[in-house]
């Protein structure tokens, strides 16, 4: 089981990024997958969630900014955020998780600075 984050780079305030985790040896369908992300000297902090059966969830601090998908064809998730501001940057991971089973993927940075 694989899971490949991609999509990170350096970008100014108010620009946008799109996150994409490519799974490989499991059907993301199946999992619920998550975004977290970490930031240096803080804890990782856990950002979105789409559940198995659709469900989605945001942190407070990137509601209405952030939009998390799954393209069940490619088997990949993603991780659509606009609007981005300083405090966004961090590695971002994506994790496939369904009862004790729990993958990661190896992380992106998103530096975001003008």
């Known amino acids: 089981v694989q899971l490949v984050a991609s999509g990170g780079g350096l970008v100014q305030p108010g620009d946008s990024l799109s996150l994409s985790c490519e799974a490989s040896g499991i059907l993301l369908s199946r999992y619920h997958m998550l975004w977290y992300r970490q930031a240096p000297g803080k804890q990782r902090e856990l950002v979105a969630t789409l559940t198995a059966g659709g469900t989605v969830n945001y942190a407070d601090s990137v509601k209405d900014r952030f939009t998390i998908t799954r393209d069940n064809a490619k088997n990949t998730g993603f991780l659509q955020m606009n609007s981005l501001k300083p405090e966004d940057t961090a590695v971002y991971y994506c994790?496939?998780?369904?009862?004790?089973?729990?993958?990661w993927g190896q992380g992106t940075q998103v530096t975001v600075s003008s």
């Open positions: 994790q496939a998780t369904w009862g004790a089973d729990r993958y």
